[in-house]
């Protein structure tokens, strides 16, 4: 019971993020009544604190590209032409490390599969 409660505010808000409009436990409620889907009366007010200042159409686009909205608002900086903050060079650090690091072979051991 409490999962179809859940998933009825999320697909609520998702509704109210669609059109534009600002997510309330009132518009949670209203869209619920209207498609006659009964939930703990907690549940929509709960919804609305959780998601009160959350930029959720950045989350939502960003699920799969496997990074945050930090990072991607980081890269974006420098090719606008302005200079970036020191988070910028923690970037470029990580980007060397990453470089630097090459997978460990079969061949360095000594061994393969079939030897």
Known sequence: MVMKDELACVYSALILLDDDVAITAEKINTILK???????????????????????????????????VAPAAAVAAPSAGVSAPSGGKAEEKKEEKKQEEEPESDEDLGFGLFD
């Open 34 to 68: 209207a498609a006659e889907v009964d939930v703990e009366p907690y549940w929509p007010g709960l919804f609305a604190k959780a998601l009160d200042g959350i930029d959720i159409k950045s989350v939502v686009t960003n699920v799969g590209s496997g990074a945050g």
